[in-house]
Structures are given as C-alpha cells and as structure tokens.
C-alpha cells in the first residue's frame, strides 16, 4: 500500500481545514506572543509561542471551544491534558502551560521543529538502518515508559510521532490516551486504520499494551520500505489483510531487522514481542545508543493549575487575555470583529479599539499602516501624538506683582554715590 496521511474523508478533512485556518484567536495569550502556524489538524491548530521574557519558543496548540461543545469531548481533551501532565521523558512532548479565554483553549507544548516522521519517510523514501535502530530504540523507550505507569497510547502513527532539533523523537498526541488499571482489558475501538491492530478490529476486549507494540511495528516497517504494510485500499480488504496478518516481507533489508518485525507484527497476542523483547533483540544489540538528555527547562503544570484550569468553563477576558492590550493584525481585524460576536456572549463581549484604529490609520496615512503591519503599543501613542486634537481654550492666567520686593529707582541710587 502507497505511504499516504490517514485522513477518514477528504472533503470532510478539507472543510475542517479551512475552518481552522480561519480561527478567530489574539496574538498575544498571557506571557506568550502567538507566531506563524506550524500547522492545522481535525480539532486544533498549532501556532509558535513565544515566552515575552525568556523569549523562549514553544508549540501553542490552539482549540475552539465550539469544537467541544459534548460531555464526551469534554472528558477525552481533560484526559488528554491530565495524562501529558503526568509525563517528563525525553522522546515525549512535555507540557508547559496551560491558557483559555472565552473563545479558546491553550495548550503550551514542547517545540519540535524537526517536524514529524511521515515527512521524514516522504523525503528519504526510507530510512537506513542505523537510523532505523537508533529511532526504534527511542520509540521502545518512551513506550516503556508510558507503559510502566500504566498508560497506553492507542493511536501511534508516523504523524504523531515529532523530531526535536536534534533529531530525536518526540511522541504526541496523547487524545485516545488510556490509564489502565491493574493490566484490565478494554473493548473501545480507536486508532488510525493502517495503524490499529487485529483484536482492535474483531471488537474484542484487549490488552492496549500490546496493541501499541503492533502500531509500533507498522512505523518500523514503514521506515525500512517507505511503504506500508498493507497492499488494499477498500477498507473491508484492508481489515481482512490486518485480521490475517498478511503482510508483505521486507526486502532488502537485514536478518535481524526481519525477525524484530516479525515478532512484533504476530497475529496472537500472546506470541506478540514485548518492549523488553525488543531491546533485548539482536537488531538493537549490535550498536550502543546514548539515551537524549531531558531539556534543561523541566515541563511542570502543578495537578491544582489543571484542576482550576477545567473548573473554569467560562471566565472573564480580564483574567487571562487582555484584550485591549491585544494587538490584532490590521487584516484580520473585521473577521476578529464579525466572528466576536457571533461566538462571544453579548454580556462579555470585550471593546475592540483597533476597530477605530483601522480607520484613523487609513484616514490619516500612518507610516506603519500596511496590509500586513500589526498594531504595537508603540503605534498606538505615535497615532495618538499626530493625531488632530480639538484645542482646548485655556484660561488667562492673570499675574499679579507681589509686594514683598520692590526695586529702588536708578536715580536714586547713583545720587547715593
């Protein structure tokens, strides 16, 4: 099967898309100055924050709040938020900070400018092998991980799977996340098609440990062949080769490379490898790899910021976002105004002044009034300074000699002389 992005419905995904283009949100969310976007998804888009006194750049993951309107949708972005709180790992995105105002939540994520693995695989075709065993060591790290403490990811793929600056991996996208308790099984169906494992399509109740080892081994496999697995498209065809475990080997590729492969992608659950088989294979053994350190800047949201984060449904513009200290590019000005008041309660709907100031800087032709200019503080006391202001009359001060000291007249004096 052709390696391509899992998308459900292409005319669905393309609305999707254009809506989030067009979110309604400031440049500027508490301490963080909101940048170009990186990219959009289904329900978010991601946007560069920077921190305005560390200047310190991070990932702002942007969400409507009218794209979770159900209990449900509510409960799965809580639990999303509460499990990537609990995570500081190396080869995992960390979580920063937590923001929202009227309109959206903000998420303060670990920057990964690498991008991700689909496009690292589109661009190489595929990858070398001592790649390969340097990623899937860091892959069956973070895994481990979030494995010992119970939490199952459920929705690998190469899309959420990042590369930091230097390369190293970074999973995300912890939105199907599950705690597990006490090794329980569990019969929600979740995942990407290509991706989910064969007791996830039968329906039955699973293990999600072990059904993450086989999404992990549909990424490895795509990384050695720059293709998928799979050769149907139908999704009924498609589900039968999963079921049945009908993959096509790898070529060219070496004898330890295939057999890591073939453990992992077993269609019986019991003979499926394990993280520990995996490290312990001799694919892995052959070249020693240095763990990544952790940032020097430790992710830390306290449990007390989450849970008042989630128990304010709704709060004022003033206690996280000021709004009329927001600056709004020149453009989208009228979009921000129209879609305001849609969106936002006429109760709490904030004053924009930029709205006047589009129009003073198109009427009196300031310097910085562009297309593309965004408005600064600075802007606004300059257009204020030369800017026509009607005089004010002042009264006549009225002085008035003092008697205290008077001086002596010319003559007087020189005739003393």
């Known amino acids: 099967m052709k390696f391509f992005r899992n998308n459900y419905n292409h005319r669905s995904s393309k609305k999707v898309v ?9 440049l500027k969310i508490g301490p963080y100055k909101l940048s170009h976007t990186l990219g959009h998804g289904a329900f978010a888009t991601v946007k560069i924050a920077i921190h305005t006194f560390t200047l310190r750049e991070y990932a702002c993951k942007i969400i409507p709040k009218q794209r979770i309107t159900t209990d449900k949708g509510r409960i799965l972005f809580e639990r999303e938020i509460r499990i990537t709180q609990q995570i500081n790992h190396p080869n995992i995105v960390g979580l920063y900070d937590l923001l929202q105002d009227s309109l959206n939540y903000y998420v303060i994520l670990e920057l990964c400018p690498g991008g991700d693995m689909f496009q690292l695989i589109v ?3 595929k990858l070398n092998e001592n790649l390969i065993r340097y990623y899937l060591f860091q892959l069956i790290d ?21 590369l930091d600056k230097d390369k190293n991996i970074k999973i995300t996208d912890f939105g199907f996340a599950k705690l597990i308790k006490n090794e329980s ?23 999600p440990k072990i059904s993450d080892m086989w999404s992990l081994c549909v990424i490895l496999y795509a990384m050695a062949s720059g293709q998928l697995p799979w050769t149907k498209i139908n999704k009924t065809q498609l589900f039968h080769e999963i079921r049945n475990g009908l993959y096509q080997p790898l070529k060219s590729s070496s004898p330890e490379l295939a057999q890591v492969v073939h453990g992992l992608m077993s269609v019986s659950t019991e003979k499926r490898w394990n993280e520990m088989d995996v490290l312990n294979s001799n694919f892995l053994k052959k070249v020693s790899i ?8 430790v992710p830390f949201v306290s449990v007390k910021k989450l849970d008042r984060f989630f128990e304010t449904d709704k709060i004022d513009y003033n206690t996280v976002t000021q709004y009329n200290d927001v600056f709004i590019s020149s453009t989208n000005l009228t979009t921000f105004n129209k879609t305001a008041k849609h969106l936002m309660p006429s109760s709490n709907q904030p004053t924009c002044r930029n709205m006047s100031l589009k129009n003073c800087l198109s009427q009196y032709q300031h310097p910085n009034a562009t297309a593309s200019a965004e408005i600064t503080k600075a802007d606004i006391e300059l257009l204020i ?15 008035r000699p003092t008697t205290k000291y008077r001086p002596k007249p010319i003559l007087n004096r020189v005739k003393l002389l």
Not at 18 to 26: G, S, T
């Open 185 to 207: 099984l569990t019969e929600t169906s979740c995942g990407s098609p290509c991706y989910v494992s064969p007791e996830v399509i039968c329906g039955k109740k699973y293990n």
């Open 385 to 399: 300074q030369s800017c026509p202001l009607p005089r004010v009359k002042k009264k006549q001060r009225i002085v």
């Open 290 to 297: 240095i763990r990544p350190v952790l940032s020097v800047e």
């Open 123 to 125: 661009q190489e075709k």
């Open 18 to 26: 254009h809506f989030m283009e067009n979110i309604v949100c400031p």
């Open 142 to 162: 973070g895994l481990k991980y979030l494995h010992d403490r119970n939490i199952s990811h459920r929705d690998l793929k190469p899309e959420n799977i990042m």
